[in-house]
């Protein structure tokens, strides 16, 4: 069960309770969080996998993930590469605020809830709000982030010392929000998304699968992760948690400006 606090916060902003949750959420003030709150003008449920956003495609609004998962994307000759995943809370495609196309495709995995902020009304919030602008841009900036450890990460690794890394990081993002388990975390993911996700074939992702399960690490099953040992899985996906800002040496536990 997630944490009394945790659960307040998604109570009282059921569509944005979740933004930054574990990171810098504690920095703003309750007016930020309602203003927040009251910017998402449209709520959709999207059942089916869907793109909602094509590569090169202008945007006149930036989305909210309130619930389920999302695949940042790149289409390749042969597949489809997943080059970063987001988890409840992230505000995936607030880059489009400002580049108004983007480089890459947003993609839904699974059934998920999703709000939608106009960029009207992200400009007033520019102009009005300048400290929770800032947070926007941390926000950004994180995503930044965690792109740049799956890029070093694909080089280092292998096969399935990336998904041990990848389970190690989506586990993690998911009980910053208050979601996730003691053993694991449910999820909608399949095999294909895994060797998108890894840069791997089908063929290295099942095998590398079967070698984690062999080694007691982890057991993927149809729509469940589940997990024996989170420190033996971060020792072998190579996993530290500084880069996602939420606790180690770059946590921002002290006041934001």
Same mark, same amino acid.
């Given at each position: 069960?997630?944490?009394?606090?945790? =659960?307040?916060?998604?109570?009282?902003?059921?569509?944005?309770? @979740?933004?930054?949750?574990?990171?810098?959420?504690? $920095?703003?003030?309750?007016?930020?969080?309602?203003?927040?709150?009251?910017?998402?003008?449209? &709520?959709?449920?999207?059942?089916?996998?869907?793109? #909602?956003?094509?590569?090169?495609?202008?945007?006149?609004?930036?989305?909210?993930?309130?619930?389920?998962?999302?695949?940042? *994307?790149?289409?390749?000759?042969?597949?489809?590469?997943?080059?970063?995943?987001?988890?409840?809370? $992230?505000? =995936?495609?607030?880059?489009?605020?400002?580049?108004?196309?983007?480089?890459?495709?947003?993609?839904?995995?699974?059934? &998920?809830?999703?709000?939608? &902020?106009?960029?009207?009304?992200?400009?007033? #919030?520019? %102009?009005e709000q300048?400290?929770?602008?800032? =947070?926007?841009?941390?926000?950004?900036?994180? $995503?930044?982030? +965690?792109? @740049? %450890?799956?890029? +070093?990460?694909?080089?280092?690794?292998?096969?399935? @010392?990336?998904?041990?890394?990848?389970?190690?990081?989506?586990?993690?993002?998911?009980?910053?929000?208050?979601?996730?388990?003691?053993?694991?975390?449910? *999820?909608?993911?399949?095999?294909?998304?895994?060797?998108e996700m890894?840069?791997?074939?089908?063929?290295?992702?099942?095998?590398? #699968?079967?070698?984690?399960? %062999?080694?007691?690490? =982890? $057991? &993927?099953?149809?729509?469940? #992760?589940?997990?024996?040992?989170?420190? %033996?899985?971060?020792?072998?996906?190579?996993?530290?948690?500084?880069y996602l800002?939420?606790?180690?040496?770059?946590?921002? @536990?002290?006041?934001?400006?």
């Amino acid at each position: 069960m997630p944490e009394p606090a945790i =659960v307040d916060e998604i109570t009282t902003y059921p569509k944005t309770g @979740r933004f930054l949750l574990g990171r810098l959420r504690h $920095d703003l003030s309750d007016e930020e969080k309602r203003i927040l709150e009251d910017s998402i003008d449209e &709520v959709e449920v999207v059942t089916e996998p869907r793109r #909602i956003l094509e590569r090169g495609a202008t945007c006149g609004h930036s989305t909210m993930l309130i619930d389920g998962f999302i695949l940042r *994307t790149l289409d390749g000759p042969e597949q489809r590469y997943g080059v970063s995943f987001h988890v409840p809370g $992230d505000f =995936v495609d607030l880059h489009c605020f400002a580049l108004k196309r983007l480089d890459h495709n947003i993609d839904t995995v699974g059934e &998920v809830r999703l709000g939608y &902020v106009p960029h009207t009304r992200l400009i007033e #919030i520019m %102009e009005e709000q300048p400290h929770l602008a800032r =947070v926007f841009w941390f926000a950004t900036l994180l $995503d930044a982030a +965690m792109h @740049r %450890e799956w890029v +070093m990460k694909l080089e280092q690794l292998t096969t399935a @010392r990336r998904l041990a890394h990848i389970f190690a990081e989506i586990w993690t993002r998911l009980q910053m929000v208050g979601l996730g388990d003691a053993q694991g975390f449910d *999820t909608p993911l399949t095999q294909g998304h895994l060797a998108e996700m890894s840069g791997a074939t089908a063929i290295h992702v099942n095998r590398a #699968i079967r070698a984690l399960r %062999e080694q007691g690490i =982890v $057991d &993927v099953q149809r729509g469940r #992760i589940n997990i024996a040992d989170k420190s %033996e899985l971060e020792k072998f996906g190579r996993f530290t948690p500084d880069y996602l800002y939420g606790e180690g040496e770059l946590s921002l @536990r002290e006041g934001f400006y």
